[in-house]
């Protein structure tokens, strides 16, 4: 981002903290599918009663209790949401930043 000359803003959940809101607002964006890690660590140590959450109204609520759960980067501009940093994505996303 900084080679390209994209200007951005850097949140990171565990130092800046994350709220409802914010991640009501990228569940709306993209999806629990796309937001929701289910590879990591923290998926794997969830009850079956958390990971049952996901398919719920609670899913924000879970993610603001483990943050780790959400799929990262996440991207927004202008209220529009998008996540991951794939090499082969790279073009797109750059476009799409600029745009």
């Given amino acids: ?34 937001l929701v890690n289910k590879r ?3 998926w794997r140590k969830l009850t079956d009663e958390q990971k049952a959450a996901v398919e719920t109204d609670q899913v924000a609520s879970l993610l603001v209790a483990n943050d780790a759960l959400i799929k990262r980067p996440v991207w927004e501009k202008d209220g529009v949401f998008r996540t991951g940093f794939a090499a082969k994505d790279m073009d797109a996303l750059q476009t799409w930043l600029k745009s």
């Fill in 1 to 34: 981002m900084d080679a390209e000359g994209t200007a951005y803003n850097y949140h990171d959940f565990r130092k800046d903290g994350l709220d409802l809101a914010l991640v009501e607002r990228m569940l709306a964006g993209v999806g629990a599918d796309t």
């Fill in 40 to 42: 990591g660590t923290t």
